[in-house]
């Protein structure tokens, strides 16, 4: 039998939707714009699946690095080590 690991495996519960949040996303949440060194949380936003970050980084919070093209890069702390995270903003929230 072939293996079946993809990306979104054993997600079922942590990217769902509540009912009254499902639908399309809101503008704002395309549009957002942060600064280097700013602190942003990484949440999953699972009706965008271009630039969704790997599920083990969901609900965790890193620093702004950098960007690039339209998505930006994080820098989150994962055990004893940084790692670089590629995502798109409709999956962040600034920190506040």
């Known amino acids: 039998m072939a293996h079946h690991n993809g990306t979104r495996k054993k997600t079922r519960y942590k990217l769902k939707k509540d009912l009254r949040r499902r639908g ?8 957002q714009q942060f600064e280097i060194g700013q602190k942003v949380h990484v949440v999953c936003e699972p009706s965008i699946q271009k630039g969704m970050p790997n599920r083990r980084f969901h609900g965790k919070t890193g620093t702004v690095m950098g960007q690039r093209g339209r998505a930006w890069v994080l820098s989150i ?3 004893d080590k940084d790692k670089v995270v590629i995502a798109r903003p409709q999956h962040l929230k600034a920190q506040r």
Do not use: S
């Not at 399309?24 to 549009?31: G, H, K, M, R």
């Open 77 to 79: 702390r994962d055990g």
């Open 24 to 31: 399309i996303v809101p503008v704002t949440a395309v549009i």
